[in-house]
């Protein structure tokens, strides 16, 4: 017995030595930088590359599965990975995603049909869903409960940096040198990424032996598999409530039924589900739920609604997005400093949510005519709101979860994010659908107002602009107020939290 714990704890020993010297950690942490950039950059870069892509391979139909294959698969291997890193160490699974992932970039940069892209993208996301994951659990390692919520919130600002020049990237790089550059782009950027961390990350092992839970995670990624095909019901098979998504839903059902069933019995479960039991946890995983289906989900309608009543170019609006990403810049590095400072986060969740929930009330009031600084003053409040909650529930569920499940309590932070995002989109198109359903008809030089484009929008009659303009802003006040509701239920759940204070040196795990 002690034969075996000696070598964990000098192994450990070793680790904290090492990560403890400043400069070795920051070098560290600016390579997981690069590996997040490069990863959360790759959906945002393909955005404006789509329209070549399609033009030499052809298959429209099959357009948005671009996108949706690397999400799906994302979402689909984060909790195995954070399980992973528990039970083998971080530094070869993290290395291993990547390298996963520059693989993929490979074969997307050589894919000679659709169908060949849509696979790579699948193990892209593969890697990337590992990435994502691995960064936040070894910022856990690296660093302090207190000063992990700074560096968590320059991880944050990563995210977004890859946001918002990632569209702009993909088509300047798409012109020049074709859109297959955009893949083999993150070739260097993976290598020199991989050589890096070989070299300075050093592995902390644990002290257990590993023993993985295959069943576990099967029926895991074929329930969370199951949420992101029923989230995109509305695409895939016309209808939330059709045959189809009645039966990808049925089959969700039964995986996760299973899956806990599953759980209860193994040693080593994929996410432990003592997890659950700690309040905290519980109501954090609420919270990141919803800041995903505001932060995350209502993107794209924001930026409709800002189009549709406002006038606005699609570029002239997505200046307007500048004001969103300043004010969550702003408020991350606030209160990730705060945090440190203190090791409070409730407040923060509590000022995150009921900024949000009160700016989409506004956002109800707002009409056609409404003054663009009255709008650019909302969407930076909203992107303070934002901000300021943006790193609080994995700072606290890492805080809360025992040290030896960082790794799987990471994974449901970020999972729980996405899947708030896919079922939030689908809930906002639906609700979006429904009151527009059957308008149009008696617009002039309208048929179909489901099919007008902002350039045939502007070259509309001035008539017919304003009654598309007043319909659009009547649609959206339902789709605000739910958004609004649901960034509620995580005010409820930042408001139950315990006030805990953060310790001031890493648990022994």
Request: with cysteine; net charge positive; charged share 10%.
């Amino acid at each position: 017995m002690n034969a075996h714990v000696q070598p964990a704890a000098e192994a450990a020993k070793a680790f904290v030595s090492l990560v403890t010297e400043p400069r070795r950690r920051l070098l560290a942490f600016s390579l997981l930088m690069a590996g997040m950039f490069m990863a959360t950059l790759d959906n945002q870069i393909v955005s404006t590359a789509l329209p070549t892509i399609v033009g030499e391979f052809g298959d429209l139909e099959r357009f948005a599965w671009v996108g949706s294959a690397y999400l799906l698969a994302v979402s689909t291997v984060m909790p195995v990975y954070g399980k992973l890193g528990d039970l083998f160490g971080r530094k070869y699974v993290m290395m291993a995603a990547i390298f996963i992932f520059t693989l993929g970039s490979l074969v997307c940069g050589i894919a000679g049909s659709m169908n060949q892209l849509i696979a790579a993208r699948v193990l892209q996301g593969l890697g990337g869903g590992g990435i994502m994951v691995s960064i936040f659990s070894i910022n856990a390692d690296l660093f302090e409960p207190r000063v992990r919520a700074r560096y968590q919130s320059y991880s944050s600002l990563m995210l977004m940096a890859s946001g918002a020049v990632g569209p702009t990237l993909g088509g300047v790089l798409s012109d020049l040198f074709g859109w297959r550059s955009i893949f083999l782009v993150n070739l260097p950027i993976g290598i020199a990424v991989l050589v890096g961390l070989a070299l300075i990350m050093p592995n902390r092992k644990p002290d257990r032996k590993p023993k993985i839970d295959y069943a576990g995670a099967i029926l895991l990624a074929g329930a969370i598999a199951s949420i992101v095909l029923w989230a995109d019901g509305h695409q895939l098979f016309g209808s939330l409530i059709s045959v189809g998504s009645a039966v990808v839903a049925g089959i969700g059902i039964l995986c996760a039924t299973l899956w806990v069933f599953v759980e209860r019995k193994v040693d080593e479960p994929i996410v432990p589900l003592s997890l659950f039991l700690n309040p905290t946890v519980s109501l954090l995983l609420v919270v990141s739920m919803v800041s995903g289906a505001v932060g995350i989900g209502s993107v794209n309608y924001v930026a409709l609604f800002l189009q549709t009543t406002t006038g606005l170019t699609p570029t002239h609006a997505g200046l307007l997005f500048i004001a969103v990403t300043g004010g969550i810049a702003a408020g991350s590095l606030t209160a990730g400093r705060l945090i440190s400072a203190t090791g409070r986060y409730k407040i923060f969740a509590i000022i995150s949510t009921l900024g949000s929930t009160i700016t989409f009330l506004i956002f109800t009031t707002l009409h056609p005519g409404t003054p663009i600084w009255v709008i650019a003053l909302v969407m930076i409040v909203q992107g303070l709101s934002v901000g300021f909650g943006q790193q609080v529930p994995v700072v606290g569920v890492q805080n809360a979860a025992d040290p030896r499940d960082v790794g799987a309590a990471t994974g449901a932070v970020t999972l729980t994010r996405m899947a708030g995002a896919s079922i939030a989109i689908s809930i906002y198109g639906a609700v979006l659908s429904s009151y527009m359903l059957g308008q149009g008809t008696d617009i002039p030089g309208v048929a179909n107002i489901g099919e007008l484009t902002p350039a045939a929008l502007a070259a509309l009659p001035q008539p017919s602009r304003d009654m598309i303009s007043a319909l659009y802003a009547n649609a959206f006040q339902p789709v605000f107020l739910t958004m609004s509701g649901l960034i509620a239920i995580g005010l409820v759940a930042a408001l139950s939290l315990r006030n805990v204070q953060l310790p001031t040196i890493r648990p022994k795990g």
